[in-house]
């Protein structure tokens, strides 16, 4: 449920999960059934969108129809109650465009990416959701335990083995993402591979037995040379390529002495809050950073702002 809070894209999700009444089939069952049910239509990553008077909106089908589509609870997801109808989803495969076929003249399959800044911030949510649930269900379809194939449960939420009857459940791979500060100045970096004049805030996953902190000083330390002397903590982003939490960070550093460790990043740069702004509303000549979508560019925002 939606919080009061600063909200990152895709953060937001306004369904009620329903966590304790999805492990129950006959439920799913029963919402699947029922006329007021919706699903969300999935195609290879790619959400159903139709034109809406404020801009695309999500093509919500009959949850019976989506249960047709499915072929059984395999590629079926119960994602939540929009006050008391169920919402699902289906998740499509192969190379011929459903909307070429059962689904012709309700819309077009959108890549999320793209469409994140024009769909609601709420529907924007849902259809990440929905994206990031298939992508775990196509990499886990076999029991790490024993290797057999497993089974899906709880709507969708859980897999089990029948073999060895261990249970398996969504994987979210957690990442700090931090805006490394000195005095009155912010750091940025750029990868070889971005295009020219690109710069973000650095990145790293969060390793196992590693606390946020510390996983955040690593990375500066790593990739930058600089040493942090105290972090805080802004805000997240759940970010479905394929299933990453992004934990964005405020650090500040004990010098501006920055060093680019040329396998991460070929270049570091300092900029002043007024080059920050001048970055945000995309003046600063020959120099850009990530789009609204992004964390990094609502870290820099946000730091810019401060007094």
């Keep these: 449920m939606p919080l009061k809070s600063f909200l990152n894209t895709f953060a937001g999700n306004p369904l009620d999960r329903a966590s304790d009444r999805r492990v129950d089939p006959a439920w799913i069952a029963a919402k699947l059934a029922a006329r007021d049910s919706r699903a ?10 139709e034109p809406g008077p404020d801009g695309p909106q999500v093509a919500y ?7 047709e589509l499915s072929g059984g609870p395999e590629r079926l997801l119960f994602l939540g109650l929009w006050k008391d109808a169920a919402i699902f ?13 059962p689904l012709a003249g309700m819309g077009a399959f959108e890549d999320l990416r793209g469409a994140a800044l024009t769909l609601s911030p709420h529907e924007a949510a849902i259809a990440a959701t ?6 775990w269900r196509r990499r886990h379809r076999h029991c790490a335990g024993c290797g057999e194939p497993s089974e899906v449960a709880d709507g969708g939420w859980k897999r089990k083995c029948p073999a060895c009857e261990t249970e398996h459940f969504p994987r979210t791979d957690p990442v700090v993402i931090m805006l490394a500060v000195h005095q009155d100045r912010c750091m ?3 990868q070889e591979a971005w295009r020219a004049g690109l710069f973000s805030a650095l990145a790293g996953f969060l390793e196992p037995g590693e606390s946020i902190e510390e996983a955040c000083a690593r990375e500066l330390f790593e990739e930058a040379a600089l040493e942090a002397v105290s972090v805080r903590y802004h805000s997240t982003q759940p970010w479905p390529w394929p299933s990453s939490l992004m934990i964005g960070l405020i650090a500040e550093v004990a010098n501006d002495q920055a060093a680019p460790d040329q396998t991460e990043l070929a270049e ?6 007024a080059q920050a702004r001048a970055l945000i509303a995309g003046t600063l000549a020959g120099t850009s950073i990530p789009g609204p979508m992004a964390i990094a560019h609502q870290l820099l925002k946000s730091w810019s702002q401060e007094d």
């Design 89 to 101: 989803a289906v998740d499509l495969e192969g190379t011929a465009d459903p909307t070429e076929g």
């Design 40 to 49: 969300l239509a999935v195609w290879n990553g790619r959400p159903l969108l």
């Design 188 to 190: 940025l970096g750029r």
């Design 130 to 135: 929905a994206k990031q649930m298939f992508e």
């Design 61 to 67: 089908l009959p949850a019976g129809m989506a249960e």
């Design 268 to 273: 570091v740069r300092w900029f002043t809050k």
